[in-house]
């Protein structure tokens, strides 16, 4: 299904409305310029830092979203959703906070950290011994059986705007940024992010960035559909698993996405490393791989202004420590 001009424009005018409700409740990220990672890559680097939103995440803002547009009746039954940690996280404070019960389906594969993380937030966390596809699918068929709201993590409009607030705060921090890299698993924030600067700032480069072991939705775009195959284990845990057949996120990429990077397990190793070296930053596989494709994609952006969104620091200290050894 095309995803058209009238369709961004009414997402647009639906993150415009998120920014501005939402943000009492929400973390403004700072967009901090680093010195030793511009110069390093010779670009103009900015760190747009949603590893401090609250939950971790930037995945706190879809949830907020979603959870406040929710009907009293959808508030009474709870919602069910599925996610590897960060989603689910978000949807269990929002769901905390707005007094919405709420379970999570997780792969027995996820993060412990997470999963803890989830719990103590209220969520009742059912783990099950699949990929992540799986699980989202298994999730949405229970919450259909149960008469309950499926919350996708990342197939849904009002999830995705509550992401474009990303978007927002990003040119209201640097109006100039000629590219923006977003780690992209099944799509909703950079096609978040992705309407709301295209609005605002036509020229932008928007950048997916994946591990080489988990591109399932690049792999889709270069294939001109939805395709599943079988990915590798990788740091990137928040990134990983397939896309949900029909997501609206994969026509919105199309359009959305001006190039994308592939980069190694060493290659995301080592940006973890160098936010901890030079930044003093804790942060997530998937956020080393945004930074891992910025740093890649370098010599084409010379001297040009530069976003890395760090979208996450759930991660385990040992593997944390174990990666950047």
């Avoid at 996820?110 to 990929?131: C, E, H, P, Q, Y």
């Avoid at 270069?222 to 599943?228: K, L, P, Q, R, V």
């Avoid at 592939?262 to 945004?290: N, P, Q, T």
């Amino acid at each position: 299904m095309p995803f058209d001009d009238a369709s961004f424009a009414r997402l647009f005018a639906d993150i415009q409305q998120a920014h501005t409700v939402l943000r009492p409740h929400l973390a403004v990220t700072p967009l901090t310029y680093s010195p030793a990672l511009s110069a390093l890559s010779g670009c103009e680097l900015y760190l747009k830092c949603e590893h401090l939103q609250h939950t971790g995440s930037f995945k706190f803002r879809g949830a907020s979203n979603k959870v406040r547009l929710l009907n009293a009746q959808q508030r009474r039954d709870g919602v069910i959703t599925a996610s590897s940690g960060n989603h689910g996280q978000g949807v269990a404070l929002a769901g905390r906070q707005a007094g919405v019960p709420v379970t999570v389906y997780v792969s027995s594969s996820a993060s412990t950290l997470k999963i803890d993380a989830m719990r103590s937030l209220g969520a009742n966390v059912i783990t099950l011994d699949t990929d992540s596809l799986n699980v989202e699918l298994e999730a949405s068929r229970q919450a259909k059986a149960q008469g309950k709201l499926f919350i996708s993590p990342y197939n849904d409009l009002q999830v995705i705007a509550g992401q474009g607030t990303i978007g927002m705060e990003l040119f209201e921090q640097q109006p100039e940024l000629d590219a923006v890299f977003v780690a992209t698993g099944g799509g909703g924030m950079i096609s978040g992010i992705g309407t709301a600067l295209k609005q605002q700032r036509p020229g932008i480069d928007m950048v997916g960035c994946w591990p080489a072991n988990a591109p399932t939705l690049q792999r889709s775009l270069a294939a001109g559909e939805i395709i599943e195959m079988q990915e590798d284990d990788t740091l990137s845990d928040g990134t990983a698993g397939g896309v949900e057949p029909g997501s609206i996120t994969f026509p919105m990429c199309q359009r959305l996405v001006a190039a994308t990077v592939l980069v190694s397990e060493d290659e995301i190793r080592a940006a973890m490393k160098l936010v901890a070296r030079h930044e003093r930053w804790i942060i997530e596989g998937a956020a080393g791989v945004a930074l891992a494709s910025a740093l890649k994609s370098a010599p084409a952006y010379q001297g040009k202004r530069v976003a890395v969104v760090l979208c996450g620091r759930n991660i385990l200290l040992d593997k944390f420590l174990g990666a950047i050894q």
